[in-house]
């Protein structure tokens, strides 16, 4: 049986081959060039299918800048080729890893402020509350108020105003301030201040304010058994005076005279020379009449003009003596 069979085939003549042409649409498995486009799960022809795929494709092409736009929706259009950056919108509650706010890595843990850190306001219903504040090194405060009163700036940049808590003529209430003064030694000129200006008060190198007219340059002075216009203090700088205070006087010649004081400049202060007291009549040991020894002291000093010298002027050529006291002050 088997041979048989296949001596048949081998008998069987074989047709050349010839090329077949299928007419459009004749096919139903291709389909024909004028089918419509389906899309998704739809019988369709190749052809249908083809002509969905064509113009998705042809959708899809940017012919500009040869490449495929996609579009996700909505989500603004992104480009495949270089950086893709994508705008979400984060489900509630959603955990998110901030690094950088407005360009600026935040600051984490402790440490001292800086432009990471970000401006918190602190807000309750209920009871005020404290906020503890530990100041980080060495920080400037500016202190606009203390005690709800305006603060007043002292004389030096820094320094407070500082008055008392009771106003004049009122009872003592508070403990009271240390007051001190400037040291003077005997025989120093303080420097004179600018008129006007408030100074400190002028005690001695023991702390005993001085309370006596004038200043803490004070002087004495005499001459002896002289006869003619005798210079008894020396002038003083410009702009300072020679005050006195007292005077002692005496004659000693056995004839009367009088005495007076006087100033002026040059040797025994002839360029100048001024009154400055009446004359004293100055009698003898044997007259009655008039003392031959006088003191006074002036509770208005006598005032000279500056920078002039004090001198003893006699009325004639007789010995005589004197003594001054006063101080030297602007």
Request: aromatic share 4%; charged share 5%; with cysteine.
């Amino acid at each position: 049986m088997k041979l048989f069979i296949v001596l048949i085939l081998c008998c069987i003549p074989v047709a050349a081959q010839t090329q077949v042409s299928v007419s459009d649409g004749r096919d139903t498995n291709a389909g024909a060039t004028t089918d419509a486009a389906v899309s998704g799960d739809t019988n369709g022809t190749l052809a249908a299918k083809l002509r969905q795929l064509n113009k998705i494709i042809t959708l899809s092409w940017d012919n500009v800048n040869n490449r495929i736009n996609v579009n996700i929706q909505n989500i603004p259009a992104v480009s495949q080729s270089g950086t893709w950056t994508v705008t979400t919108t984060p489900p509630s509650n959603a955990s998110t890893n901030v690094s950088q706010i407005n360009a600026v890595t935040p600051l984490m843990g402790n440490g001292v402020t800086g432009t990471g850190s970000q401006r918190v306001t602190i807000a309750s219903d209920n009871t005020a509350f404290a906020v503890n504040n530990t100041q980080q090194g060495t920080a400037s405060q500016n202190v606009a108020q203390i005690g709800g009163t305006t603060v007043v700036n002292g004389g030096l940049a820094g320094s407070l105003a500082v008055g008392g808590t009771a106003a004049n003529n009122a009872a003592i209430n508070q403990n009271p301030l240390l007051m001190a003064g400037e040291a003077i030694a005997q025989g120093s000129q303080p420097v004179a201040a600018t008129a006007g200006n408030q100074r400190r008060i002028l005690t001695t190198l023991e702390g005993s304010q001085f309370v006596q007219e004038g200043s803490s340059n004070r002087f004495s002075c005499f001459v002896q058994a002289v006869t003619v216009t005798t210079q008894c203090q020396v002038a003083p700088a410009a702009g300072l005076r020679a005050y006195v205070t007292s005077v002692s006087l005496s004659n000693q010649a056995a004839t009367v005279q009088t005495l007076d004081l006087v100033f002026g400049t040059g040797a025994n202060c002839v360029t100048g020379i001024t009154a400055l007291t009446h004359k004293w009549q100055m009698g003898t040991n044997a007259t009655t009449t008039s003392p031959f020894e006088l003191t006074h002291s002036f509770i208005t000093p006598l005032v000279p003009t500056a920078a002039t010298a004090i001198c003893v002027r006699p009325s004639a050529a007789s010995a005589f003596g004197a003594t001054l006291t006063g101080y030297v002050a602007p």
